[in-house]
């Protein structure tokens, strides 16, 4: 199924998340821009949610664009490779060097799938 670009969501002061169809298949990348902290984790959930309702099955959540993220953003990463994963796809995270290194000082690497 086809998913148009666009905005998702955008809270005050916090995260801008915009959806880019590929080419390929059932990919989709979910770019996310901003700060992912309580405030604003619980926006991935509804989104990685929806994009799998509209047949998506690699979803990849690119954080180049984050410029700050907390222990809740990590739970928020990980609850949706679970979701997308018991749905039977994919969910991959484009390293950022941000959250690289909290990843690494959380040991979460091994939790979710980093390109």
Known sequence: M???AGNFGDVDGG???TVHPCDVGGEVVVALAGEIDI???PQI???VGRLLERGHNVIDIDLDAVTFLDGSA???LIAASHEV???GGCLRITEHAL???LLGIT???????IR
């Open 99 to 101: 959250c690289r290194r």
């Open 45 to 47: 959930g509804p989104v």
């Open 2 to 4: 086809a998913t148009q």
């Open 15 to 17: 995260l801008k998340v």
């Open 85 to 87: 994963a018991a749905a």
């Open 74 to 76: 990590i739970a928020a």
């Open 39 to 41: 405030a604003t984790a």
């Open 107 to 113: 040991g979460e690497t091994e939790r979710l799938t």
